[in-house]
């Protein structure tokens, strides 16, 4: 464009079609260069974003580059051929009546704008206080929440799936009947979706059992319901209404240990909510990791919430009495015989021919008497004389931990979750849980360390990147334009003006009601 626009006015002061295109680009090249250095100076520093978040949106100083590099060539070495064709066709046939007045109204216009500029350089330090005043009002949209930010913008996909978790030890017939009814809502929830007009809006729908990408284990306690829907472009139902009318007609669960509705992958900015909690005791780990989530459960919004730290199934703990090895049995005995007992034991080899059989042995015991024997069992010490297990043992029921997470060292648990960008902020929320609650909980319980992980930890990594290289590729641009200009003052004036930028671009967010993200500041 500047290029063009150079040429055309050295063509208005009655050069040739090829002397003004020459003349044209002596005068603005050291200039479009210029502006291509910057630029790519700009452009270049984002090429080392961190972080998650930062390998997507790296690939956009990529093709940036790419596209100025050979807008550059474009301009100095193809662009100018045309234009000498095209000003000598436009010499022999003269300007259209459509030209002429178009040209003539857009000199009004700019005489306009050109009067607007000189009345804004005589009341210089009005103008400046009003942009000046403008951009703080622009900057205090963002904490003031009128307008918010978000790391990365929510993208629709074509996938949801329902996943259980029931506690451990229930039956296989129990999650079966869970699933049953977890498909009939799904039907009920379709049904008061409007039609697709481009199709059925559920493609595929598939029951895995003994499956939870978020349990970490296995077993019949578990299952998982895959659907694939329509396109995104193709249908007018979003996955969030989906989502909803789901959740809404399945009500209340009643002994789920956790039930959730969500898409199976997470984007780049990784999940809305996951805050770590450590401690060595895991009783205070439980407690606190509870708290946290049902603070969490207050706010509108949050759903899928999650505690990793979850309780197995029902156990014995077995334990010596005062004096019990006077009767001959000791620990490594009294286990011994109780692994042999509800195990087996394996007591002799058969041969016959090349063939091995073992022989094991184990108590006969049905499910319905199994308490009643295990309390009537007795043990055998060294000398043969049986001992009720009561007498020489203590027997407490207790349910431990399915499993305990370590991270550097330490017993960890963090409780993760969703937000719906449509009623709640990811930042907002945790914020306000960081203000709130997050202090008072370290104070009910000494030791305990707490770190903001997900989409907030990646986030805050990116954003360092991103603010990394912006300063330098200031620092790059400032060097630049100081050569340019011979003098350290007016770059100053020029880089000034950049943040100034800014009150367009939340402005723009919010005319559009749009969320602020990382893609939308580079």
């Known amino acids: 464009i500047v290029i063009s626009e150079s040429i055309e006015h050295e063509y208005r002061n009655g050069e040739t079609p090829l002397q003004a295109t020459v003349n044209g680009i002596a005068k603005v090249g050291r200039g479009v260069l210029a502006s291509f250095a910057t630029s790519a100076m700009l452009f270049g520093s984002l090429l080392f974003l961190k972080g998650d978040m930062g390998q997507v949106m790296g690939v956009l100083p990529v093709v940036l580059l790419s596209v100025l590099t050979i807008s550059l060539v474009e301009a100095f070495l193809i662009l100018p051929h045309h234009l000498v064709h095209s000003l000598h066709r436009h010499q022999e046939a003269g300007k ?150 789901w959740l809404e007609a399945t009500g209340s669960v009643p002994g789920v240990v956790s039930l959730q509705f969500k898409e199976p992958v997470l984007g780049p900015a990784g999940q809305a909510i996951s805050i770590r909690l450590q401690h060595d005791d895991l009783q205070l780990l439980s407690s606190a990791a509870w708290e946290l989530q049902t603070w969490l459960a207050g706010y509108a919004g949050v759903s899928n919430l999650m505690n990793d730290l979850r309780l197995g199934k029902p156990q014995f703990t077995v334990s010596l009495l005062p004096g019990a090895l006077a009767s001959g049995l000791s620990a490594e005995q009294l286990a011994q015989q109780l692994r042999a007992a509800y195990q087996g034991i394996k007591i002799d080899d058969i041969y016959r021919g090349r063939e091995a059989y073992e022989i094991n042995v184990r108590r006969d015991t049905d499910h319905e008497n199994a308490f009643r024997d295990f309390d009537q069992l007795s043990l055998f010490n060294q000398e043969g004389v049986d001992i009720p297990l009561s007498a020489i043992a203590r027997v407490d029921e207790k349910r431990e931990f399915s499993h305990i997470k370590r991270i550097n060292h330490r017993r960890t648990a963090t409780i993760s979750g969703d937000i719906d960008p449509e009623i709640a902020n990811t930042n907002e929320v945790i914020a306000d849980t960081r203000d709130r609650f997050l202090g008072q909980l370290q104070q009910r319980y000494p030791g305990l360390y707490v770190s903001l992980e997900g989409e907030v930890k990646n986030s805050r990594e990116t954003n360092t990147s991103i603010l990394t290289g912006f300063i330098l590729g200031i620092f790059g641009v400032y060097f630049l334009l100081s050569f340019q200009f011979r003098n350290y003052r007016e770059p100053l004036v020029v880089i000034m003006n950049i943040p100034l930028a800014l009150i367009g671009v939340i402005w723009g967010h919010k005319l559009m009601g749009l969320d602020i993200t990382l893609p939308s500041i580079i």
């Open 96 to 245: 259209p009546r459509w030209r002429i007045a178009f040209e003539t109204r857009f000199e009004r216009l700019r005489e306009r704008v050109g009067a607007f500029a000189d009345l804004a350089i005589r009341y210089r330090y009005l103008t400046l206080g009003i942009a000046l005043g403008l951009f703080v009002v622009t900057l205090s949209l963002i904490p003031a929440g009128v307008v918010k930010f978000k790391a990365f913008p929510d993208l629709e996909g074509n996938q949801l799936e329902a996943r259980v978790i029931l506690p451990q030890g229930t039956p296989f017939d129990r999650t079966e009947a869970l699933v049953a009814r977890l498909l009939e809502s799904l039907d009920a929830a379709v049904d008061q979706l409007p039609p697709e007009p481009n199709g059925e809006l559920i493609r595929h729908v598939q029951v895995f059992f003994s499956t939870n990408a978020d349990a970490g284990e296995e077993g019949p306690h578990l299952a998982t319901i895959s659907v694939d829907l329509l396109d995104a472009e193709k249908r007018e139902a979003s996955l969030n209404q989906l989502r909803n009318r």
